[in-house]
T-cell receptor
Framework: GDSVTQMEGPVTLSEEAFLTINCTYT??????LFWYVQYPGEGLQLLLK?????DKGSNKGFEATYRKETTSFHLEKGSVQVSDSAVYFC???????????FGKGNQVVVIP | GAGVSQSPSNKVTEKGKDVELRCDPI?????LYWYRQSLGQGLEFLIY????????KSGLPSDRFSAERTGGSVSTLTIQRTQQEDSAVYLC?????????????FGEGSRLTVL
């Protein structure tokens, strides 16, 4: 089935630093792509999405661009805050199985 | 309620015991999903309910796992004869339009620890 792959390991950075979390996908077609975020003690929530190639999803200062050429949907934020500390999940719609397929997630820790 | 509600939030059990986890989806949502979140493994799909259709059980890891959804609303995930490898956070999510929109609303999860 269709799948997404996220970069390995947690990410630790200082406040106001630039954040990038890599996500690549494998799919037979062009699925909609998503980033979900899980803040400490809370359920996952949708952060942003893109439904077709070259679309840019954005929310709360985060951005991700759907790149068909590189099958990627990297998440970026120019200046992180301590409140951005969370686990971030990349996901796609697996139309064949009618479900969301998630990556393994990346723990992001922002240090003051 | 305002969001997806799961109970219990934490459950510690002994190996071999049965456990039941409950999910109350957002009112009116027809689609309901169970996922399992294990350390380092991301989110693993377990089962999907859509309206009155037969559920998609293809993600259930063994026949010790089962789930039902009564009246198109509340769902219960049951794990029989629990094993230590069942320890994980079990997440429930609901959606008004099914997975094709991609926007799922998650509960906070039920953390299961099997001793």
């Amino acid at each position: 089935g269709d799948s997404v792959t996220q970069m390995e390991g947690p990410v630790t950075l200082s406040e106001e630093a630039f954040l990038t979390i890599n996500c690549t996908y494998t799919a037979t077609g062009y699925p909609s792509l998503f980033w979900y975020v899980q803040y400490p003690g809370e359920g996952l929530q949708l952060l942003l999405k893109a439904t077709k190639a070259d679309d840019k999803g954005s929310n709360k200062g985060f951005e991700a661009t759907y790149r068909k050429e590189t099958t990627s949907f990297h998440l970026e934020k120019g200046s992180v805050q301590v409140s951005d500390s969370a686990v971030y999940f990349c996901a796609l719609i697996d139309y064949g199985n009618n479900r969301l397929a998630f990556g393994k997630g990346n723990q992001v820790v922002v240090i003051p | 309620g305002a969001g997806v509600s799961q109970s219990p939030s934490n459950k510690v059990t002994e190996k071999g015991k049965d456990v039941e986890l409950r999910c109350d989806p957002i009112s009116g949502h027809t689609a309901l999903y169970w996922y399992r979140q294990s350390l380092g493994q991301g989110l693993e799909f377990l089962i999907y309910f859509q309206g009155n259709s037969a559920p998609d059980k293809s993600g259930l890891p063994s026949d010790r796992f089962s789930a039902e959804r009564t009246g198109g609303s509340v769902s219960t995930l049951t794990i029989q004869r629990t094993q230590q490898e069942d320890s994980a956070v079990y997440l429930c999510a609901s959606s008004g339009g099914g997975a094709l929109t991609g926007e799922l609303f998650f509960g906070e999860g039920s953390r299961l620890t099997v001793l």
